[in-house]
């Protein structure tokens, strides 16, 4: 397909705060020229990382022109979403003179983003920014909504603010560059969004996922575009996640539990959690009751047909965590209101509800039996 291909424009609608989501091909060649439309004269300072950069930042670069102010390239990896590396972009960006009516521009994969994008909301108390995702996960899921944050020893993303982006740009053609390892951990945020409220979708994946995969470009922007319409209407209706918005976390308690474990680094990347914690929660709803028996199987074998894992048995290495060490992780997801954990359980595929009722025995033993399962046979994409 050409890279005349049109772009498509999703709207998220937040009255003052709403901005646009582009998603097509050559996007970031035309970034000067579409930032320059839309907010005028204003300087930018370009945050990526070590990865990304290499592929990327020129092209950014030479499309900003004289109205960069510099840039900032980090490590990359789940573990620099940390305060000592948000206290040196901060600093960095203070270096470079960015200025409150200036845009920080995140140019990379989630991490990029929601570190990026934390530092956008607080420095000069609050300065604009503009999402350039270049990873599956990232250009579904991440860089759409506001929430921007680090890690923690006790969790995942527990320290942060929502602040929305100015401008989402999703440049399909910057996925050519990914390893099929992290293709993979992006595409189980894409099932997530037919798992929890789209059946249709999911099974559309079921029949053609193997175009994702193979780099077909109208494949993944009709995939991209499909998400982020889901996750914008979403927001519209619950901006600071006090309802319809947790349903986004299906399969993460569990999966950010599990991160947390596994010291958030090359050994479980996001993505990979999520698919563990998706798995889980199904199984999970199968043993309450709530889904008919063998749809949590179809589930795992689509994401293991794709190679993503689908059991904690499935992560490298020989040790495991114990249930203390995964509940306790778990009482830190964000969801927890008076000490009560709330999930994200199915009456089917496409129907997700969010339950506070759950009991802690059960948790407890069904955490005891996935912990002594098996590893499951993984398919390669």
Not at 24 to 52: N, P, Q
Not at 180 to 205: I, S
Not at 332 to 354: E, N, P, T, W, Y
Request: charge should be neutral; charged fraction near 20%.
């Amino acid at each position: 397909m050409s890279k005349s291909m049109p772009v498509q424009t999703v709207a998220v609608p937040l009255a003052e705060r709403s901005y646009d989501v582009l998603i097509g091909r050559g996007l970031i060649g035309k970034l000067g020229a579409t930032i320059g439309a839309r907010f005028g004269a204003a300087r930018c300072a370009v945050v990526s990382d070590e990865t990304v950069a290499a592929h990327h930042l020129p092209a950014v670069l030479e499309s900003l022109g004289d109205r960069v102010r510099g840039s900032v390239i980090l490590p990359p990896g789940e573990s620099t979403k940390c305060f000592a590396q948000l206290g040196a972009l901060c600093d960095r960006l203070l270096d470079l003179g960015v200025e409150r009516g200036d845009l920080v521009v995140a140019l990379g994969g989630g991490v990029i983003g929601d570190l990026a994008g934390f530092a956008s909301a607080i420095l000069r108390r609050g300065v604009r920014f503009v999402q350039v995702p270049t990873s599956l996960l990232a250009q579904v899921d991440s860089s759409v909504g506001g929430k921007t944050g680090i890690n923690t020893a006790h969790g995942k993303n527990l320290v942060g603010a929502f602040h929305q982006p100015h401008l989402v740009i999703a440049d399909i053609d910057t996925l050519a560059t990914l390893p099929q390892r992290q293709m993979r951990a992006g595409y189980a945020e894409v099932v997530k969004y037919g798992l929890l409220g789209d059946a249709a979708f999911f099974e559309q994946l079921e029949q053609g996922w193997q175009g994702i995969f193979g780099n077909d470009p109208s494949a993944i922007a009709a995939a991209v575009e499909t998400c982020v319409a889901a996750k914008a209407a979403i927001v519209a209706r619950d901006e600071t996640e006090q309802g319809d918005r947790m349903l986004l976390n299906l399969g993460h308690t569990f999966g950010h539990a599990l991160e947390a474990w596994a010291g958030y680094s090359d050994r479980l990347l996001h993505g990979e959690a999520v698919a563990i914690g998706m798995a889980q929660a199904f199984r999970f709803s199968e043993t309450q009751s709530l889904i008919a028996t063998g749809t949590a199987e179809r589930v795992s074998r689509h994401l293991a047909a794709v190679g993503l894992p689908t059991h904690i048995a499935d992560i490298p290495g020989a040790d495991r965590p114990g249930v203390d060490t995964l509940l306790a992780l778990m009482a830190q997801d964000k969801k927890v209101r008076q000490g009560q954990m709330s999930f994200i359980l199915l009456r089917g595929i496409g129907a997700s509800f969010i339950s506070r009722e759950v009991l802690p025995a059960d948790i407890r033993k069904f955490l005891s039996h996935e912990l002594a399962a098996g590893p499951r046979h993984r398919s390669a994409s």
